[in-house]
């Protein structure tokens, strides 16, 4: 299989908790606890200069993706639009990374801590890299990841309580338009006429629409174990 074919193939081969899966967690950890140091010990221009980056990487790699489903006449407009939280985030990352507004950060810290770690443990993923869906997948989710911890670490910006209902409303307000856009497609993203056919979560939460309303009541509490670990840094001065 030449490299061309290794990318655009249409043969699922990833395993959940195989080889692959735990190497590209190893590597993502890696890449981003080295970029961190790195600049931590950089000039304010390098430091915006390494976010910038690393967020027009996650926008040009749901490009990428985009463009080949489309060449390759596997683009459905009921089931393939960025729809989904982190894809969604990755189209529109590069706003927060030149403005670094906080009540965005908040929102970007709460879904992706709860929703993109999710992800990357147990990830709904069908290729091992090179694939052109993998790239996107790992390097979305592990943007995402590394935004967060970078904003902490490098920039010493902290999401706040306040920030809990913050995401809170995003989200309610994203499921009405994303609702709006299922009304039209006749669509399913975000499961929010149907349940997906795999287990998850959501299969032991009840038939519709009980289930989206349980999770809807699970996403505060969720919300607030994850402020957990900054209230653990504020304590250890982890980020002076």
Partial sequence: MTLW????????????????????????????????????????????????????????????????????????????????????????????????????YNILYYVVIVGATQAIISPGLKFNFPHYEAIKFWTVHGGLLFVVLYMIFVYRMLPTIRGVFQAFI??????????????????????LNQKPEVITLLSWLGDWPYYIIFMDLLVIPFFFVSYLPVLGLKRLKAID
């Avoid at 027009?56 to 407009?77: C, G, K, N, P, Q």
């Fill in 170 to 191: 995003f989200i309610q307000l994203y499921v009405l338009l994303v609702m709006g856009i299922n009304w039209v497609l006749g669509s399913n993203y975000l499961f």
């Fill in 5 to 104: 074919e290794s990318i655009t193939h249409y043969e699922p081969n990833f395993q959940i908790f195989g080889p692959e899966h735990l190497r590209n967690i190893l590597i993502m950890g890696m890449v981003i606890t080295a970029l961190i140091l790195l600049a931590r010990r950089s000039s304010d221009r390098a430091k915006g200069g390494i976010l910038i980056g690393v967020c027009s990487l996650m926008t040009a790699s749901v490009l990428f993706w985009f463009v080949l489903e489309v060449a390759y006449d596997r683009f459905f407009i009921d089931s393939d639009l960025p729809l989904v939280f982190c894809n969604f985030f990755a189209v529109f990352i590069l706003i927060f990374a030149f403005t670094r507004n906080h009540v965005i």
